[in-house]
């Protein structure tokens, strides 16, 4: 079963719903693969005026699938394609977004999420830390609330997110409000949306190209480490790690 959803087409706008319910919506390698080919065909499309990033089930996206992982190229690739296609992307969150997830969202350009939504960078609990989605996340974020989340993995709620810059609204009719911003994006011409998204993401894609084969690596290195296997093995199991106090 295909973990994404056939796309949907409303007036110009494309949507792409991650449809792996069982597992959250997990980062796997099928479903990176899924979604960069649907925006691929998105890019290619010329009638696709924008593209809406959605889910099913209760979580958005749970981050990597700790037992059947993407390539960290390959979902590195992803978010890098989603900030530099030349058509907007705004994702529309009803429900929980953690780890990996949180660089999902923060690579599209407008995000909607529900007030009962809720947001964890989990990494640093797993051995982990938040290495290849600081590129999308770190230049949308406010500084000392990335370094408050990035350290404690605390759960926060959609207003707090929206305060610190990860979402652009919170909202308590998630489709009402998407609504609107996508009406707004119809009345865009197809080369002032390009045109001005390239604006606004470029130091976002310099963050890419910088530090990408860098942070992959880092990335590779925790994921293989003693401390990362007992936090991932803790975490299956649902106990506490070794190191917990």
Request: charged share 20%; proline share 6%.
């Amino acid at each position: 079963m295909s973990p994404l959803a056939p796309p949907a087409r409303t007036r110009g706008v494309t949507t792409l719903t991650l449809d792996s319910p069982a597992n959250r919506n997990a980062l796997s390698a099928g479903l990176v693969a899924g979604l960069a080919e649907a925006l691929e065909a998105c890019a290619a499309d010329d009638s696709v005026r924008a593209v809406v990033l959605t889910h099913t089930g209760t979580t958005f996206c749970a981050g990597a699938d700790l037992r059947a992982p993407a390539d960290p190229h390959d979902f590195v690739a992803l978010m890098r394609r989603i900030v530099a296609l030349p058509k907007p992307v705004v994702a529309r969150v009803d429900g929980h977004v953690r780890a990996g997830g949180l660089g999902l969202l923060a690579a599209c350009d407008i995000s909607v999420a529900g007030t009962g939504s809720t947001f964890a960078l989990t990494e640093a609990r797993l051995g982990l830390a938040p290495a290849v989605i600081s590129m999308p996340l770190l230049p949308r974020i406010d500084p000392r609330a990335a370094a408050r989340y990035y350290l404690t993995g605390e759960k926060f709620h959609a207003d707090e997110a929206e305060r610190i810059g990860l979402v652009t609204m919170a909202a308590d009719d998630v489709d009402g409000s998407l609504d609107g911003v996508l009406d707004a994006l119809r009345r865009a011409s197809p080369q002032g949306l390009a045109e001005s998204k390239a604006l606004v993401t470029a130091t976002v894609l310099e963050n890419f190209d910088q530090h990408a084969e860098d942070l992959i690596a880092r990335s590779a290195r925790l994921f293989a480490s003693d401390e990362a296997r007992e936090g991932m093995t803790a975490f299956l199991e649902r106990r506490d790690p070794a190191w917990a106090l």
